[in-house]
């Protein structure tokens, strides 16, 4: 596999490139280090999706598990523009690390700031995450996956036509071109390459036009040469697009480290080193562990971690002392912290959550401090970013000896102050509109189509694969062949309704545990686009019903088309309405196996409650037992078959040809020669069902929909990707 093409920003090239007629002007974020590059970025990067340079500081971060503390103490800053790289033994807490940074675990202690505010959720949606995992639909194809993420994550204000090039360019520059129209795969289906599906993943991610990647082992399953093309790309890619990028790695060849800024290595979750990466081989040198000439400093200073316990301990005590020395970032002191505490404290307590003070909307703020260590701009480049427009407000404070003033300003009219400025903290101020705009790229409806069309498209080879189809074929022919003709009369009713019970209760298994057994590899993808805010829950709720109906009604109706008429075919009507409840009791099946899918994140305890549920509904359907004990009938009203079983009896017995009585008649009708045929109600008295058809349809109905609600609140509220 080779990264070799114009991959992001390869010399002076641009970043993701369109076509000439399709470029446009765009305003460049500045950044520390990258003051207004010139470029011609594709429209992703206008005002649409707007990008903010991003400084990304956390300190004393720590993390327990069970009384088991995974991260102790980490601190570390990366500046836009910038690489870190987080380097440690395997287990040491990288990916941990980044899951915290990413928002994705709550800190047992520690800050974790973004432009200085605390990361809240708004930012947790602006970060790109890409995993070591490789969550896909696995029969999707590459194209197929990328076009979808691009036309849920890039805003309505692009057309169709625009993301569709999009997503060539971006195949185009990953060099997955040879590989678009492969499927993704899994370990059944052989599909993409490991390689091929990291780019991929990443591919998804820079969608998005991300101003902070965290990136777990991208160059895991990576041969060196793509390895160290992929690491150059982001690198290229944080210095000219003004990105902040953070990267675990296991062991880097030496290329790959020196291009790295800053490394944060870790040792049984505490801090080993972090500071420049060209620093690092003093820093070992120092504590009396020198490096042989010619030697990978990768590999050296791994094994100095990975040596025994007291050398471990030496080179975290001098990690530790090396806090004090004064070249340690200020960033990481308490003093910047304290700073940041007052301007959150006071936006808490100035600002209304509409982001207003005293009716003026303010878009930044801006930070003096009057301090012998913070005085220089060059330490602060970011208090000279916001150009105030209006002073709203300003205040004066003394706090530990420092001195800050706050103004927060006005946002003038039509004016996007981001794009003219290096990405400076918005604060609190303006997240609620800001919110509602970058939450969620597209529409609602936008998101239920796209949702629709990937449900339906990714269900397909499931739902209808050929095994589902031959089985469903087989199953009808059976079923016709064994009930061929029945007579229409009493030594015959027991069979008509074996077919009818046999056929609802076939079918809610089938429905209900293939919702049971997809939806768990289906959450691992949900979760992982609804961490990325990618679209509403509602919208992927209501887009799975309606995407899949047409598969889910397909093989029932096709059983039914093959088996009703081998039974007896009556008239057109009897034959649609009993399609009509079948095809009801399958739906209401599947949203019952949804549901306990939802729910339980155990597939063992989800088969087990499943069984249980269905094989119940089964007992007390009203065909296998009839003299079902007076204290257990409420059981028959939980049965979702019962309802079917007993609408589909009254449907076809009441019309068509009468069952005839039979000379030792069990029915009471037939004994007392009142009648030579057994009406409808005598055949529903004996199985002790009472309800009219059209009451049987509502239960139905109402089983249907709580389900699906319930499905809905437990994803919503107890199921929540974390
Ligand atoms: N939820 C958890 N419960 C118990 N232990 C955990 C949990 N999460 C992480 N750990 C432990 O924390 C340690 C760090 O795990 P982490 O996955 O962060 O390591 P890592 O450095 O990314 O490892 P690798 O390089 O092998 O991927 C490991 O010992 C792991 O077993």
């Known amino acids: ?63 327990v598990v069970d009384k088991k503390a995974i991260l102790k103490d980490i601190s570390g800053v990366v500046k836009p523009g910038e690489l870190l790289a987080v ?33 809240n959720k708004r930012w947790k949606r602006r970060i790109c995450y890409v995993l070591q995992q490789d969550i896909f639909f696995p029969d999707l194809t590459l194209r197929q996956t990328l076009e979808y993420a691009a036309m849920l994550r890039l805003p309505d204000s692009l057309s169709h036509a625009q993301k569709k090039q999009y997503v060539d360019h971006i195949i185009d520059v990953l060099d997955l071109t040879n590989c678009q129209e492969t499927i993704i795969g899994d370990y059944i289906k052989r599909g993409l390459s490991g390689g091929e599906k990291k780019r991929a993943n990443i591919a998804c991610e820079l969608l998005t036009n991300p101003s902070l990647m965290l990136l777990d082992e991208p160059t895991s399953g990576l041969d060196s040469h793509s390895a160290y093309n992929l690491m150059l790309s982001l690198k290229k890619y944080a210095e000219k697009e003004g990105k902040t990028v953070v990267v675990t790695v296991h062991q880097p060849s030496s290329q790959i480290f020196h291009m790295f ?38 590999d050296f200073i791994l ?46 307590s100035h600002l209304h959550s509409n982001g207003h003070i005293g009716g003026v909307r303010c878009q930044c703020q801006r930070e003096l401090w009057n301090n012998s260590r913070h005085s220089t701009s ?30 927060a300003v ?8 981001w794009q003219d400025t290096a990405s400076h903290a918005s604060s609190s101020v303006s997240s609620s509109d800001d919110d509602v705009s970058w939450q969620w790229p597209t529409c609602f409806w936008t998101q239920f189509k796209v949702l629709s069309r990937r449900n339906f498209q990714e269900a397909r080879p499931r739902m209808l694969s050929t095994l589902n189809w031959v ?15 029945l007579e229409r009369k009493e030594e015959s009713l027991h069979d008509i309704q074996g077919w009818m019970f046999f056929s609802t209760t076939y079918w809610m298994l089938f429905a209900h545990f293939g919702a049971l057994s997809s939806f768990p590899p289906e959450r691992e993808v949900i979760n992982k686009e609804r961490l990325s805010g990618a679209y509403r829950l509602s919208a992927y ?77 089964q007992l007390f359907g009203g065909y296998l037992a009839t003299n079902i004990p007076p204290w257990l009938k409420w059981m028959q009203y939980l049965s979702m078959v019962h309802y079917a079983y007993q609408n589909m009896q009254i449907v076809e017995f009441s019309e068509g040809e009468w069952i005839k009585c039979a000379p030792q008649s069990k029915f009471d009708v037939c004994l007392n020669n009142s009648t030579t045929h057994i009406p409808v109600a005598s055949i529903l008295e004996v199985q002790g069902a009472s309800l009219p058809l059209w009451a049987n349809t509502l239960v139905l109905l109402l089983f249907l929909l709580i389900f699906r609600v319930l499905g809905y609140i437990v994803l919503r509220y107890f199921r929540r990707p974390k």
């Open 1 to 63: 596999m080779i990264i070799s093409k114009d991959l992001f920003l390869l010399g002076d090239q641009d970043y993701l490139r369109l076509p000439k007629d399709e470029k446009r002007t765009m305003v460049r974020p500045t950044s520390a280090k990258t003051q207004r590059v010139e470029s011609h970025l594709p429209c992703l990067q206008h005002h649409h999706l707007p990008h903010r340079p991003l400084e990304l500081v956390f300190t004393n971060v720590s993390y």
């Open 87 to 119: 380097m440690g033994p395997s287990g040491c807490g990288k990916t941990t690390l980044l899951n915290c940074l990413a928002g994705r675990l709550k800190l047992d202690s520690g800050n974790i700031r973004l432009n200085k505010e605390r990361l």
């Open 261 to 298: 800024d800053r490394l944060l290595l870790l040792c049984n979750g505490e801090t080993a080193y972090f500071g420049d990466v060209n620093k690092v081989v003093d820093f070992f040198n120092n504590v009396g562990l020198t490096m042989m000439p010619h030697y990978n400093p990768a």
């Open 303 to 348: 094994e100095q971690v990975k040596g025994s316990e007291e050398m471990k301990e030496k080179i975290i005590t001098a990690a530790r002392e090396a806090r004090f020395r004064p070249n340690y970032p200020q960033e990481l002191m308490p003093e910047y912290f304290n700073q940041s505490m007052y301007l959150n404290n006071y936006h808490e």
């Open 378 to 407: 060059q330490n602060h480049p970011s208090s000279e970013m916001c150009v105030p427009v209006a002073v709203a407000i300003g205040e004066t404070t003394e706090s530990q000896g420092h001195v800050y003033t706050t103004i």
């Open 410 to 417: 006005k946002e003038e009219e039509g004016k996007t102050l």
């Open 471 to 485: 089985q469903t074929v087989a199953l009808g022919v059976m079923a016709g062949l064994l009930w061929f003709q």
């Open 541 to 617: 709720y209501l887009a799975k019903m309606v995407g899949e109906l047409p598969l889910t009604i397909t093989l029932p109706a096709v059983y039914h088309i093959i088996s009703y008429p081998m039974l007896g075919f009556h008239s057109p009507a009897v034959f649609a309405t009993l399609l009509g409840f079948l095809l009801l009791n399958t739906i209401v099946a599947q949203s019952v196996g949804f549901f306990v899918g939802a729910c339980c994140m155990d597939m063992q305890v989800s088969i087990t409650i499943s069984a249980l549920y269905t094989l119940a509904t």
